[in-house]
């Protein structure tokens, strides 16, 4: 079996090269150009992989990369994935994020149809929530540029689903966490400044809304999800969560506690970091998955947390 992973070098991407790697799959990675090259995720697997150029911008780059590689099966891992960036370039984040996945499945659908494609599909559709918890049927309420170019991504995969029988599933992913997770991100900026705190290296830690609410998964698990998704008999729309929810408070609460500190000492609320549309709570139902495809996430909460703080703590001590 041959897979292309688009967004190979972020989080998701590289955990699904490793997966397919044990599974024995031949991996090939889509790539932007960069003057600067960052293969950091990928580094201990490069020499497995086969990697290429190419741009989901740039509609005739991925057909001439899917037509060379052949895949038997394409993850669309790639996106402009930071929520709060999606404000700031909301126009950027709408080329990669929606058109970048129709130039995806277009090129399939020119070059052959069989190829079995998955799409990222994120929780930030559901925004505004009409139910808790969320399940494939919930009606979706983006509240930023992020979330409602995602809703368009999912469309468009289930449209070519059902307009040329593509074998398109979309995964619609609730919030999965990592050592490998952007700094930028909340929940490594919590793990990386609870090292930093612990070492001397700083003495605070400023962050947003603590009472936000997120269904938070261990990132290796999800892209087991994903896997099994392309490995079912028919295609479909599937949650992926752990059916559990915690603040940014909780997060905080257990992140200080793996280094024995009480976060109330050093964790400061900064309105710059509140979003201009708020996503108060995502709680997944991951009942379909778990029942269609036999899918449940290993990892608890506290382990991901802990884990994250511990390897944070090992790289600042190098």
Same mark, same amino acid.
């Given at each position: 079996?041959r897979? #292309?992973? $688009?967004?190979?070098?972020?989080?998701?991407?590289?955990?699904?090269?490793?997966?397919?790697?044990?599974k024995?799959?031949?991996?090939?990675?889509?790539?932007?150009?960069?003057?600067?090259e960052?293969?950091?995720?990928?580094?201990?697997? =490069? &020499?497995? !992989?086969?990697?290429?150029?190419?741009?989901?911008? &740039?509609?005739? %780059?991925?057909?001439e990369?899917?037509?060379?590689?052949?895949?038997?099966?394409?993850?669309?891992?790639?996106?402009?994935?930071?929520?709060? +960036?999606?404000?700031?370039?909301? @126009?950027? $984040?709408?080329?990669? &994020?929606?058109?970048?996945?129709?130039?995806? @499945?277009?090129? !399939?659908?020119?070059? &052959?149809?069989?190829?079995?494609?998955?799409?990222?599909?994120?929780?930030?559709?559901?925004?505004?929530?009409?139910e808790?918890?969320?399940?494939?049927? +919930?009606?979706?309420?983006? *509240?930023?540029?992020y979330g409602? /170019?995602?809703?368009?991504?999912?469309?468009?995969?289930?449209?070519?689903?059902?307009?040329?029988?593509?074998?398109?599933?979309?995964?619609?992913?609730?919030?999965?966490?990592?050592p490998?997770?952007?700094?930028?991100?909340? +929940?490594?900026?919590? %793990?990386?400044?609870v /090292?930093?705190?612990? @070492?001397?290296?700083?003495?605070?830690?400023?962050?947003?809304?603590?009472?936000?609410?997120?269904d938070?998964?261990?990132?290796?698990?999800?892209?087991?999800?994903?896997?099994?998704?392309?490995?079912?008999?028919?295609?479909?729309?599937?949650?992926?969560? $752990?059916?559990?929810?915690? %603040?940014?408070?909780d997060?905080?609460?257990?992140?200080?506690?793996?280094?024995?500190?009480?976060? =109330?000492?050093?964790?400061? +609320?900064?309105?710059?970091?509140?979003?201009?549309?708020?996503?108060?709570?995502?709680?997944?139902?991951?009942?379909?998955? *778990?029942?269609?495809?036999?899918?449940e996430?290993?990892?608890?909460?506290?382990?991901?947390? =802990?884990?994250?703080?511990?390897?944070d703590?090992?790289? #600042?001590?190098?």
């Open positions: 079996m897979a #292309l992973i $688009t967004g190979i070098t972020g989080q998701d991407g590289s955990y699904l090269a490793e997966f397919l790697l044990g024995g799959y031949e991996v090939w990675g889509m790539v932007r150009r960069s003057s600067t960052n293969f950091d995720r990928i580094e201990h697997i =490069k &020499d497995k !992989i086969t990697l290429r150029q190419a741009d989901l911008l &740039d509609q005739l %780059s991925i057909v990369l899917i037509d060379e590689c052949r895949p038997d099966e394409v993850y669309n891992l790639a996106a402009q994935s930071f929520v709060p +960036t999606s404000w700031a370039q909301p @126009l950027l $984040t709408g080329e990669f &994020d929606a058109l970048g996945v129709t130039k995806v @499945l277009e090129a !399939i659908r020119l070059i &052959d149809k069989k190829i079995k494609f998955y799409q990222a599909s994120s929780s930030e559709m559901f925004g505004k929530v009409k808790v918890p969320q399940t494939e049927n +919930t009606p979706f309420y983006p *509240r930023s540029p409602v /170019a995602k809703a368009y991504g999912h469309f468009i995969t289930v449209n070519y689903r059902e307009s040329y029988n593509i074998f398109a599933v979309s995964g619609i992913l609730f919030n999965h966490e990592s490998r997770r952007g700094l930028e991100f909340v +929940t490594r900026k919590i %793990s990386h400044g /090292a930093k705190i612990k @070492l001397g290296l700083a003495d605070k830690l400023e962050l947003g809304n603590l009472d936000a609410k997120r938070w998964g261990f990132a290796p698990d999800y892209v087991r999800a994903m896997w099994l998704m392309l490995q079912h008999d028919k295609p479909d729309n599937f949650v992926v969560a $752990t059916g559990k929810n915690h %603040s940014v408070r997060f905080c609460e257990i992140a200080f506690g793996c280094v024995d500190l009480d976060y =109330k000492k050093y964790v400061a +609320t900064n309105p710059a970091y509140m979003r201009p549309a708020e996503v108060d709570i995502l709680l997944g139902d991951p009942s379909h998955a *778990r029942k269609t495809l036999g899918w996430p290993e990892v608890s909460f506290e382990q991901m947390v =802990k884990i994250m703080v511990e390897t703590l090992k790289r #600042l001590t190098k």
